[in-house]
């Protein structure tokens, strides 16, 4: 029985000295793996993502914490707010930024169309996917403010100049109060509350801005209710923006269709700030007269564009909080969006995407096309022409 002890001794010392002295020694000195020998490198190459697999990132975008890593410089950021507690009927938008990602899987840096005529990834700025901002589901005063405090993050980023050998334009150094050029945040809603923390954090750099508003509501009834947080509802965050000033009187509302009280809503919407275009406009005036009525407008003002998906025809997106028949096309809205190409945008958002009650994806890849048009639309000076086709010269009328 003698030896045991020992033994046993010199196994515990041993093991001791593995954990902490050999193991650490083993993995410091290890060879780095030389892939390209392995069965898969040699044969196939690159784990490459398919247009179904990867990380769910923003049309297959890098996609950084930016809040909590600022390596990366970007021109153009695609933000989560995943916010929905100030609805007044369907809530889910808190799944809109994951939807809307899932939604545009299918795009990448190939973006060519004929009716752009060019590709948001050829025009020069640096595009990346911030991730989601992790927001109080509880409190929405406190998650008010991390929207706002996470956008100001961002915007007083520097930007990244441009992708090497593509000269990149100055767009916002003009608008902004310190002469800086600053970064532009297309924010994935979140119900339509989200654009108050942005307007707030807007201001900060740019003043009071013109809002381009696609909707089917007006979001700017009077607030009501007896607390102070009762009174900002996806229904009046734009009258609470006109009175803390962050919002200019030449604002526009797109696509409106909603019921009302009386004329008095209507009323009280210009003093707010805001003109309608009725979606019943683009019949009876045609869409280039509702581009020109709202380009007018705005004219050079540093201008929010907001777009809540339910602008769009339930039929074509049927995902989304408070749904109104009777829409604007998805077509007709990225004519529109591509008409107000070169206005001086501060930044855009997509809200009120709920994908629980979406069919076979259809409001997500509508929202992520649009989306789409926004990342060209930041990027380019004019409208583009008409698509030009051999097919169409020397056709009489
Ligand atoms: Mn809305």
Known sequence: ?????????????????????????????????????????????????????????????PYARCLQDASNKFD??????PFDTTTSYRPGARFGPAGIRHGSRRQSERGYTVTWGTSPYDLGATMMDCGDVPLSGYDNAKAIDQMEAAYSTLLMRPVSGGVAGRERKAYTARLAN???????????????????????????????????????????WAPRGTTAQERITHGSFFAVAAEEHLIRNTSVHAGIRCKMADIGDVEHDDTVGFQIVSTDDIDDYGINKVIKAIRTRIGSSPVYLSLDIDVVDPGLAPATGTPEAGGWTTREVKRILRGLSGLNFVGADIVEVAP??????????????????????????????????????????
């Open 1 to 61: 029985m003698k030896p045991i002890i020992p033994l046993y001794t010199l196994l515990l010392s041993l093991v001791y000295a593995h954990q902490t002295t050999e193991q650490a020694a083993f993995t410091s000195v290890q060879d780095p793996i030389d892939i390209s020998k392995e069965p898969w490198t040699s044969k196939y190459g690159l784990q490459h993502d398919l247009g179904f697999t990867g990380p769910l990132s923003f049309s297959h975008l």
């Open 76 to 81: 153009i950021a695609i933000l989560g707010f």
């Open 178 to 220: 310190d002469d800086k050029e600053h970064p532009r945040i297309i924010t994935l809603g979140g119900d339509h509350t989200i654009v108050l923390p942005i307007l707030r954090s807007l201001n900060k750099v740019y003043g009071p801005v013109s809002v381009i508003h696609f909707d089917a509501h007006l979001d700017t």
């Open 356 to 397: 629980a009650y979406d069919h076979a994806d259809i409001t997500s890849i509508a929202a992520a096309d649009i989306v789409y048009d926004f990342l060209t639309m930041l990027q380019t000076e004019t409208p583009p022409p008409p698509h030009d086709s051999p097919l169409f010269r020397d056709l009489d009328d």
